[in-house]
C-alpha cells in the first residue's frame, strides 16, 4: 500500500499494530480457520497495549485518538493475514462502544468501559434479526419495563463472537410501532449482561463460510431479565443513538476489506513474480499483470474514500457545519467501494495463482471467503445504492 498522506499518529498506530500481528502469521489463521477455535490471543495481545481503548477517552482508560486512527488499526489488523477473523476480535469492542462513550452516563460510562479497554470483558453487538433484517425499524424484539428492571424476549441472529463475550450492545423495542409517531422512535439502546447461564437466554451457532475462528450466533430472548439502568440515553432514543456507532463501523469495516485487497495483492504479485511457465515468470504477461495493476488502484481509491470519510467522522464530534448527511453518505460511500475493491482484489489474486489459488496453503481462497463479509454486513451492497439514489441523487425511494 502506498503510505504517504497519512498522520503521524495513524504512521504509530500502523507500526504498533504490524508488531504486535507479526506474531500471528497466516499460518495461525489457517489453522484456527480450519478448527474453529477462538483467537483469544490476538484480543490479549491487543488488550495488553491499550489498543481496545482507541478510539476512547482518557479518562476512561482510552487512547483518544479518533475513528482514523481506529481504520487503520483495523486495517492492519486485516491485511497482517487476519482478515476478517482476526478484525472481528476487536471489531464491537471498537465501534459498538463510541455510541455508549457519547450517550451513556458518567456513571454508566466508568461501570462498562475500563473493563473492555483492558481486555477483561468483551461485548457484542446485536441488532440484525431473522424476521426483519435490514428493516431495522421493524425489529420485533421487546424490552418491556417493570419497577427497577426490563425483560427482553425476541431473537437476534448474526450475532459475532457472542459465545465469548459477556456483555452485549443491545437494540430493542420499547415501544410498539403502532403507538409510535416516526418508525424511527420506540427503540431504546442498552448495554447488557450476557449471562449464558441465567435464564431466559440461549445462543446457537451458525455454521459459516469463512472467519470460522469467530463464531456467529442466533441468540433467543426469553424473559430475559436486565437492570433499569442498563438503558443507554433516553428510552425511545435508541436509534438515533446507535446510528453514532454505525457510522464509525463503515468505516472500520472499509479499512478490513481494504487490509485484506491489499494482503491477497502482495501475495499474487509474490507468485506471478515466482511462478515460471512457458519459459517465463507468469507476471510478465499483461493478462496477469494488468488485473492486478488495475486491482492496486482501485484499493488506492477505496482507500482515499475510506480514510476521508473517517476524517469527517471525527472532525464532526467539533464541526458543527460537517452535517450527519455529509458523514453519511461518505461512510456510506466508503464501505461500498472498500468491500467491492477488495473482493475484486481477491477473485484476482487467486486466479493468479491458478490451481494453488485454491488451496488453503496460499491463503488466498481464505481471503476471498472472508471478503463477502464487508459486501453484507453490516448493511449491504443494495441498501447503500438505494440510499445514495434516494439521499444523494433524489431519485424516488425504490422500496
Ligand atoms: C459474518 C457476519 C457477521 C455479522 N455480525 C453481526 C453482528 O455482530 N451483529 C448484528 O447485529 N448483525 C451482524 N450481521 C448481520 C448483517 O448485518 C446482516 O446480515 C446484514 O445487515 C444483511 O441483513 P440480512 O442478512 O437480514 O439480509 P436481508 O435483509 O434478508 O436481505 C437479503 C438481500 O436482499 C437485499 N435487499 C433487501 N431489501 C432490498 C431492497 N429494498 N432493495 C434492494 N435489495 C434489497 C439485500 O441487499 C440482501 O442482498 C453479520 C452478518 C454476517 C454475514
Redesign the pocket.
Known sequence: MEMSGFTEDQLSVREAITKICSNFPDEYWAERDESGEYPHELHAALAKDGWIGIALPEELGGANLGISEATMMMHTISESGAG?AGA?TMH?NVYATQPIAKFATLEQCRRFLPDLISGKTRV?????E?N????TLKLRTVAKRDGDFYYISGQ??????AQVTSKMVLLARTTPLEDVKKKSDGLSLFFIDLDKSATGLELKKIK?MG?RAVD?NEVFFDNYKIPADSLIGTEGEGFKIVLHGMNAERCLLAGEALGLGYAALTRASDYARDRVVFGRAIGQNQGIQHPLAASFMNLEAAKLATYHAARLFDASVKDETITPHSVGVACNSAKYLAAEAAFTACERALLAHGGMGYAQEYHVERYLRECF?PR????????I??YIGEKVLRLPR??
Open positions: 476478517i472481528q464491537a457484542c453487538f446485536g441488532v440484525t431473522p426483519t433484517g435490514l428493516e437476534k441472529i448474526w450475532i459475532t463472537s459459516k472467519g456467529a463479509v453484507i454486513a453490516p448493511i449491504s451492497r443494495e441498501m445504492l438505494n425504490s422500496y
